[in-house]
C-alpha cells in the first residue's frame, strides 16, 4: 500500500491588481471605502487584461441616484476592429447596492467629503472597484505624508544594513 502525497491546492500567487490610483491616497484621506461592480464593453475587457488603464484623475459621481466612474482612461487595443469607435475616458457605471448608494449620496451631500476609485482589480473573472469616500487633504497634511514615507524608508535603510554587518 502506498501513500499518496496531498493534492496541491491551485493557488494565485500573482497579485489581482489590474491599477491603483495613488494620487487619491496621497491628495485624500480615505474614510470609508465599497466594493462596485464595474460595466465595461468587451474591448474595455480585454485592455484590462493588457494592463491598459489610468486612474489617476478619475472620480465618482452621482446622478440618478446611480453612481458613475468618471475620467477613467481605458486605452484601446490596436486590434479592436477599425469599424468601431471606442472611446477611452466613457463614463462607466458603478454596481453598488441601494444602502452604499445612498452612504455615499449622503457623504458626498456633506462639504469637503468626494468619492474615488482607488483600485482596480480582479475578483474571478469580474472587475471590481474599491471606492472610497475621502475628504481633502491640506497642504501640511501632504508634507507629513512625505515625511513619515521618508522616516520609514530611512529606518528600513538602517535596519538593512545592520542586518548585513
Given amino acids: 500500500m502506498t501513500a499518496m502525497a496531498p493534492a496541491k491546492s491551485k493557488k494565485k500567487t500573482s497579485d489581482n491588481t489590474i491599477a491603483q490610483n495613488r494620487r487619491a491616497r496621497f491628495d485624500y484621506q480615505i474614510l470609508d471605502t465599497f466594493e462596485a461592480g464595474v460595466a465595461l464593453a468587451g474591448w474595455e475587457v480585454k485592455s484590462l487584461r493588457a494592463g491598459k488603464v489610468q486612474l489617476t484623475d478619475s472620480f465618482v459621481q452621482m446622478h440618478r441616484g446611480e453612481a458613475y466612474l468618471y475620467g477613467a482612461n481605458i486605452t484601446p487595443l490596436d486590434t479592436i476592429s477599425t469599424h468601431y469607435v471606442s472611446e477611452p475616458t466613457r463614463t462607466r457605471k458603478l454596481l453598488l447596492h441601494k444602502k452604499e448608494l445612498a452612504k455615499i449620496s449622503a457623504a458626498i451631500a456633506q462639504k469637503g467629503q468626494t468619492c474615488v476609485c482607488t483600485v482596480l482589480y480582479w475578483k474571478g473573472h469580474l472587475v471590481k472597484a474599491k471606492v472610497g469616500l475621502a475628504a481633502g487633504k491640506k497642504q501640511h497634511d501632504k508634507r ?22
Avoid: C, G, I
Fill in 144 to 165: 507629513d505624508t512625505e515625511k513619515e514615507r521618508d522616516w520609514q524608508r530611512q529606518k528600513a535603510r538602517v535596519v538593512r544594513d545592520n542586518v548585513k554587518q
